[in-house]
């Protein structure tokens, strides 16, 4: 069993910043593709970031400039700096490891 536990989201104003911190832990042999997605109310969940074992980044068009994905050298604990958010951020934002494990979710709010 996997299991990712995920902190750092909350409310913020317009183009603010939060940095959210996903660790990995369990049965796990190996370091892994993690990557964050986020669904916003009535919407389907969509990637925003994700990362590679040798820590090759990509970005969805939306947030390319503004967020970025890192992870610690040689470990399953990723994060995602946001940057300049705007109100259309908002949305509950999910950790992934190796496309199949999923966080519990964290509420980005970016509301004046």
Known sequence: QVQLVESGGGLVQPGGS????CAASGSIFGIYTMG??????????????QITS???????????G??????????NVVY???N???PEDTAVYYCN???RYWGQGTQVTVSS
């Open 54 to 64: 040798d820590s090759s980044a990509n970005y969805a068009d939306s947030v390319k």
């Open 18 to 21: 939060l940095r959210l911190s």
């Open 97 to 99: 490891f190796r496309g």
């Open 84 to 86: 300049s958010l705007k």
């Open 66 to 75: 503004r967020f970025t994905i890192s992870r610690d050298k040689g470990k």
């Open 36 to 49: 964050w997605y986020r669904q916003a109310p009535g919407k389907q969940r969509e990637l925003v970031a």
């Open 80 to 82: 995602l700096q946001m």
